[in-house]
């Protein structure tokens, strides 16, 4: 079928989620004008489009023949890998390097974890994470620090990283204070509510209230 969705590919869904407001604005601009940026495809995988197509196909305007490019063959004659292609493309359009910080170090946090069986398999692996560490020009400060972050802090204090709502600094203080997850996210609530507070506060200074 024409507009049979495409699974997405494992190295996509490193990346975070666009928020709510974002995706409904796309929504809108796919039904008014399609999809101008067509969805990519890696081993008949989407490796970069996946928001792109639920929205098309929430809107009814996915077409598989017109809305669709394979890059398998480009990305292997380049020798990019997936998950580096993924994060190039991001951090050329809108990921920070905190978040781009947070996929690394999750990335490097699998590596870490699949024991190299011969010195040959650390080579590689250390090979990997210098490769996107150049690819992205993310400092190695900044990967130890979402390291920690990754290994440490609450879910929920990862996922305000991801969706920028504080920065990986502070996310890394919350983790170093309690290693209690609960007591994590009274503290994220907490430096919410007050960012919320000093925001409204400085819009009332702005409009005379």
């Not at 996929?103 to 590689?124: C, F, H, I, S």
Request: proline share 3%; hydrophobic share 35%.
């Amino acid at each position: 079928m024409d507009n049979e969705p495409y699974e997405i590919h494992e190295a996509a869904q490193w990346v975070p989620e666009i928020n709510p407001e974002d995706y409904q604005a796309l929504c809108i601009a796919i039904r008014d004008h399609g999809i101008k940026q067509r969805i990519e495809l890696y081993d008949g995988k989407i490796i970069d489009g996946r928001t792109r197509q639920r929205a098309a196909i929430e809107v009814g305007k996915f077409n598989r023949k017109t809305d669709v490019v394979d890059v398998t063959a480009s990305l292997k004659r380049e020798r990019i890998t997936p998950l580096e292609y993924v994060i190039i493309v991001n951090t050329r359009r809108n990921l920070s390097k905190s978040q781009i910080a947070l996929v690394l170090a999750k990335r490097k946090q699998l590596l870490d974890e699949a024991t190299p069986k011969t010195d040959g398999d650390l080579k590689e692996k250390e090979k990997i994470i210098d490769q996107m560490l150049a690819r992205t020009n993310v400092g190695e400060r900044t990967l130890q620090r979402a390291e920690r972050v990754a290994k440490f802090a609450a879910p929920e204090v990862v996922k305000a990283v991801e969706n920028e709502e504080i920065s990986l600094k502070t996310a890394e203080e919350i983790a170093k204070t309690t290693k209690n997850k609960a007591s994590q996210v009274k503290q994220l609530e907490s430096i919410k509510a007050r960012t919320a507070k000093t925001v409204d506060e400085s819009e009332n200074i702005v409009t005379g209230k």
